[in-house]
């Protein structure tokens, strides 16, 4: 509305077509002979797309890719330790994607290798998105979301690296710096300290991705230890 009487809240709404860049609006109103006004900054940065999965599903309307866009969008960018993380993220991701996704396009073979590879993110990702289903707070509900999903895609894509030795102070570590990471995440994302979130946020997942293989490895180890153990007696 044009004019509204106090206390009162005006909507604007800004259409910005295929339009990017950042913008200073000002808003000003006046009334009895007093003048007010403020700026805002509005940034409109271009659509981040799923390179990979649209070259692989062939279209950007198919449902895998639509999952991966709303999930990114309509869930973890709510946040402000999901927005963070996204951020740091797109910034790996977009320096290759695009020349990846080129070359899948232009087989029908590797296509479906590359849907092969997605289903079991995919499946994570939607198990994952169970905790959006609780009354958790906001904060939570994405730090428990990115705990499941980079535990479930560690222990399925990272799997290979199990057959390292690694130590069971190795594994202490990672669990202690997991717990470290995840409290000090929620907290940052709660005052908004946009430095610290980010850092700790991709950490956590570095360290929730890295757990699942280790933990095999020692685990794997110390079965077969007791079994030539047992075998030898």
């Not at 006004?37 to 692989?56: M, R």
């Not at 994405?142 to 499941?148: D, E, M, P, R």
Request: glycine residues 4%; contains cysteine.
């Amino acid at each position: 509305p044009t004019r509204v009487t106090p206390p009162a809240t005006a909507i604007l709404r800004v259409k910005a077509g295929e339009t990017t860049g950042t913008f200073t609006i000002v808003i000003s109103a006046s009334g009895y002979g007093k003048i007010k006004s403020t700026t805002v900054t509005l940034i409109i940065e271009k659509e981040k797309k799923c390179f990979i999965a649209t070259a692989a599903y062939k279209s950007e309307l198919a449902p895998q890719v639509q999952f991966l866009r709303n999930f990114r969008d309509q869930l973890i960018m709510k946040s402000f330790s999901g927005s963070c993380f996204m951020k740091a993220f797109n910034k790996f991701y977009y320096s290759f994607s695009p020349k990846i996704a080129e070359t899948i396009s232009k087989s029908e073979a590797r296509r479906k290798a590359t849907r092969a590879i997605l289903h079991p993110l995919i499946t994570s990702l939607k198990i994952s998105a169970i905790t959006w289903n609780t009354t958790l707070p906001l904060e939570v509900k994405t730090v428990a979301s990115g705990l499941i999903a980079s535990t479930l895609i560690g222990l399925i894509y990272l799997f290979p690296l199990a057959i390292i030795p690694f130590k069971l102070k190795t594994l202490k570590t990672l669990v202690a710096t997991l717990t470290a990471t995840t409290i000090l995440t929620i907290i940052s994302a709660q005052l908004q300290i946009t430095t610290l979130t980010t850092i700790s946020s991709v950490t956590l997942v570095l360290n929730a991705l890295t757990i699942p293989p280790v933990a095999t490895s020692i685990t794997t180890r110390k079965l077969l230890n007791q079994f030539f153990s047992l075998k030898t007696n």
